[in-house]
């Protein structure tokens, strides 16, 4: 199985402030068709998740263009660039390349 | 907009089949592939399986032989059965659609406890 590692768990935040999270793979997330198969999830307080971010860089639609996703292979990254209280909740990545699909442990981000 | 709904069970007892099914609105099940994910209470998330246009079917070999998933194309729902449950089955069972990206749609999701 592929693991999926994510840092920091937990993510105390000013409002207006950036964050990021990393998100590193056991195995590159490349598939042959030419895209890291890597997907941003973020799970608001009683809710079901909501994809952010898909193919490592893609913002889902109506996703605010504040968060944006990076990275290659193994290592990714989610780039918040201004933190809103509505932000709250826990993150998760999720390798999409091959079953079982994995997810990362999750991070808590609060505002400070 | 697809719209995903579970139902069944909130509550199975120790050594029974678990059957949580999703219902479908908005478009057809065919030519997607379609997955279930739980989430134990306060813990993450871990995928079950899939189950493509009613046929192809994929499963987490941590579950071993006790996952199926079976499909009502005419009722476009599909079902989870996870057998031989215990306490540690306990969780919010969520089903998905996988975009042809990769990435979920999610379910609102239905909680079931073992007990």
């Known amino acids: 199985d592929i693991v999926m590692t994510q840092s920091p768990l937990s993510l105390p935040v000013t409002p207006g402030e950036p964050a990021s999270i990393s998100c590193r793979s056991s195995?590159?997330?490349?598939?042959?068709?030419?895209?890291?198969?890597l997907n941003w999830y973020l799970q608001k307080p009683g809710q079901s998740p909501q994809v952010l971010i898909y193919?490592?860089?893609s913002r889902a639609s109506g996703v605010p263009d504040r968060f944006s996703g990076s990275g290659s292979g193994t290592d990714f990254t989610l780039h918040i660039s201004r933190v809103e209280a509505e932000d709250v909740g826990l993150y998760y990545c999720?390798?999409?390349?091959?079953?079982?699909?994995?997810f990362g442990q999750g991070t808590k981000l609060e505002i400070k | 907009q697809v719209q995903l709904q579970e139902s069944g069970p909130r509550v199975v007892k120790p050594s029974e089949t678990l059957s949580v099914t999703c219902s479908v609105s908005?478009?057809?099940?065919?030519?997607?592939?379609w997955s279930w994910i739980r989430q134990p209470p306060g813990k993450g998330l871990e995928w079950i399986g899939y189950?493509?246009?009613?046929?192809?079917?994929s499963y987490n070999p941590s579950f071993k032989s006790r996952t199926s998933i079976s499909t009502d194309t005419p009722r476009n729902q599909f079902t989870l059965h996870l057998s031989s449950v215990t306490a540690a089955d306990t969780a919010m069972y969520y089903c998905?659609?996988?975009?042809?990206?990769?990435?979920?749609?999610w379910g609102r999701g239905t909680l079931v406890t073992v007990s």
């Open positions: 998905a659609r996988e975009d042809s990206s990769g990435y979920f749609v």
């Open positions: 908005g478009g057809s099940i065919r030519n997607f592939y």
């Open positions: 189950m493509y246009d009613g046929g192809a079917t």
């Open positions: 195995q590159s997330l490349l598939h042959s068709k030419g895209y890291d198969y």
């Open positions: 193919l490592a860089s």
């Open positions: 999720m390798q999409a390349l091959q079953t079982p699909y994995t």
